[in-house]
């Protein structure tokens, strides 16, 4: 499994797989184990990120997600209802105008980036982003919901007619094909290991499952919610369903594991 884990990113996966209920830093050093991590730096990772905000102590030994990673979390956990999101196109685009914000700042533009794809938007010019205006979110919310993951407040957010939009111009600012592809060969490979796994031990299937699951997760995460005019619809929406049928999978072989390797755990 080429897949490279770094610890703060397994222990924040764990922390947002179990909110609201806590994590024991015990449970993040046996999961740990499962990709070579020692029991050093597991505990190195989760102070860090206690520092950071975005975990904190909900009592002995126990972490739950921290104030700074809220937004992220609440967004990143939203992805089983991805498709809930979308509505008819009517033909008008969203667009979000940054050109004239400071750029010195690369926590910010990482961070206003980051929100940006999270939303589906695409740069079609220098500091203009444009999406289809296919979302269920009105204005406010969109604006609301960029600003807290990241996009500056002073951010224009506008709304395009669609009539002054060149769509094929700004329909290939999204890789349609790959994402044909990636709905297609992910639901394969995802439904192929569930049906067919054969991991040795239950440590080895619960790697496999995290790495897999992890990266379809993030696809779900991060697609951009095209309209249907632009997309196979139903090859989309068994994509998102095998994710979910994946991720519960990987979720039972995680409790054995951790059942396996911490016994009496509560």
Same mark, same amino acid.
């Given at each position: 499994?080429? =897949?490279?884990?770094?610890?703060?990113?397994?222990?924040?996966?764990?922390?947002?797989?179990?909110?609201?209920?806590?994590?024991? %830093?015990?449970?993040?050093?046996?999961?740990?184990?499962?990709?070579?991590?020692?029991?050093?730096?597991?505990?190195? &990772? @989760?102070?860090?990120?206690?520092?950071?905000?975005?975990?904190?102590?909900?009592?002995?030994?126990?972490?739950?997600?921290?104030?700074?990673?809220?937004?992220?979390?609440?967004?990143?956990? &939203?992805?089983?209802?991805?498709?809930?999101?979308?509505?008819?196109?009517?033909?008008?685009?969203?667009?979000?105008?940054?050109?004239?914000?400071?750029?010195?700042?690369? =926590?910010?533009?990482?961070?206003?980036?980051?929100?940006?794809?999270?939303?589906?938007?695409?740069?079609?010019?220098?500091?203009?982003? @444009?999406?289809?205006?296919?979302?269920?979110?009105?204005?406010? /919310?969109?604006?609301?919901?960029?600003?807290?993951?990241?996009?500056?407040?002073?951010?224009?957010?506008?709304?395009?007619?669609? &009539?002054? %939009?060149? =769509?094929?111009? @700004?329909?290939?600012?999204?890789?349609?094909?790959?994402?044909?592809?990636?709905?297609?060969?992910?639901?394969?490979?995802?439904?192929?290991?569930?049906?067919?796994?054969?991991?040795?031990?239950?440590?080895? /299937? &619960?790697?496999?499952?995290?790495?897999?699951?992890?990266?379809?997760?993030?696809?779900?995460?991060?697609?951009?919610?095209?309209?249907?005019?632009?997309?196979?619809?139903?090859?989309?929406?068994?994509?998102?369903?095998?994710?979910? /049928?994946?991720?519960?999978?990987?979720?039972?072989?995680?409790?054995?594991?951790?059942?396996?390797?911490?016994?009496?755990?509560?």
């Amino acid at each position: 499994m080429a =897949t490279v884990i770094i610890a703060r990113n397994l222990i924040l996966d764990l922390v947002l797989a179990r909110h609201p209920r806590p994590c024991s %830093v015990r449970e993040f050093i046996v999961a740990g184990q499962v990709f070579a991590m020692s029991e050093n730096s597991m505990r190195v &990772a @989760v102070a860090r990120l206690a520092q950071q905000g975005l975990v904190h102590s909900a009592g002995r030994g126990l972490y739950r997600m921290g104030v700074a990673a809220v937004s992220l979390a609440q967004e990143v956990g &939203a992805w089983r209802q991805a498709e809930k999101r979308m509505r008819n196109w009517g033909g008008d685009y969203w667009m979000i105008y940054t050109a004239d914000l400071g750029r010195s700042d690369r =926590t910010q533009l990482r961070a206003m980036g980051r929100a940006l794809s999270l939303a589906g938007f695409r740069e079609w010019r220098r500091g203009l982003y @444009v999406r289809p205006d296919n979302l269920r979110d009105d204005l406010d /919310a969109l604006r609301a919901r960029l600003c807290a993951l990241g996009l500056p407040p002073e951010a224009l957010c506008l709304r395009l007619d669609g &009539a002054v %939009v060149p =769509t094929a111009e @700004v329909q290939v600012l999204w890789p349609l094909a790959d994402l044909q592809r990636q709905y297609r060969e992910q639901s394969e490979r995802l439904r192929a290991w569930r049906l067919q796994e054969t991991a040795a031990t239950l440590a080895e /299937a &619960a790697r496999e499952s995290f790495c897999l699951g992890d990266a379809a997760i993030r696809a779900v995460v991060f697609d951009p919610l095209l309209p249907m005019a632009w997309v196979d619809a139903a090859q989309r929406q068994n994509f998102f369903a095998e994710v979910r /049928a994946f991720d519960a999978y990987g979720r039972g072989i995680w409790e054995r594991y951790f059942e396996q390797a911490l016994p009496g755990r509560s």
